[in-house]
C-alpha cells in the first residue's frame, strides 16, 4: 500500500502519513511531482496515460508525474517516477522544482529539464502508460483544444519558462 507523507500549509513534515485514497483532514496536504522533458527542439517529451487509470484515462500528459512516497524528497520522488513510468534514470541531484503550484490537498512541483532522450530507448509501465512522443507547443495546445490533453492553464507557459530563472524576464 502506498504511504505518502503529510505536510502543513507551510510544507512542514507533520510526522504523520496517509495511505493513498485516504480521506485528507483538515489542513493536511500531500507531495506531487512533475517532470517535463523538453529537447533541444523545443518539443515535450508526452505520455498519453492508460485507458483504465481512474484520473485522466486516455489522455496525453506532461512527460511524468506522481506522488512522492513516504520518506522521499521532492527529487527523489520525480527521479523514481521518472525511472518508474519509463525507465529512464535522470539525475535531478542539481535541479530544484522550477515552481511549485499550490491546489487543494497538496503542492505540484515542476521540474523543466533539458535532455535528449530516444525513444526506443524507454521502458514504459505498461500499468501506467500507453505511448510517449515529442510535441511542440502548437501541437500540446491542439490536444488540449481537442480534450485529448490534461488541460493545465499554463502548459504553453512552460515552453517559455523552462528558458528563464527567477521572475525578471532572460534578456
Known amino acids: ?76 520522488a520525480a527521479e523514481r517516477e521518472t525511472f518508474e513510468e519509463l525507465g529512464n534514470k535522470i539525475d535531478l541531484s542539481n535541479e530544484r522544482p522550477f515552481f511549485t503550484v499550490n491546489f487543494d490537498t497538496g503542492f505540484d512541483d515542476y521540474y523543466l529539464v533539458e535532455r535528449e532522450l530516444a525513444i526506443k530507448d524507454l521502458n514504459l509501465q505498461y500499468e ?19 480534450g485529448r490533453f490534461i488541460d493545465y492553464w499554463f502548459a504553453e507557459l512552460l515552453f517559455e519558462m523552462r528558458k528563464q530563472r527567477g521572475a525578471h524576464r532572460a534578456r
Open 1 to 76: 500500500m502506498e504511504r505518502w507523507d503529510i505536510y502543513d500549509k507551510n510544507r512542514r513534515l507533520t510526522g504523520r502519513t496517509m495511505a493513498r485514497g485516504q480521506k485528507f483532514g483538515k489542513d493536511d496536504y500531500h507531495l506531487v511531482i512533475h517532470v517535463c522533458i523538453f529537447n533541444s527542439k523545443n518539443e515535450m517529451l508526452i505520455q498519453q496515460r492508460q485507458p483504465w487509470k481512474k484520473g485522466w484515462p486516455n489522455m496525453w500528459d506532461v512527460t511524468v508525474g506522481g506522488s512522492a512516497l513516504s520518506g522521499e524528497s521532492s527529487i527523489e
Open 128 to 146: 501506467e502508460v500507453q505511448s510517449v512522443k515529442w510535441a511542440s507547443k502548437d501541437e500540446i495546445v491542439s490536444l488540449i483544444q481537442e
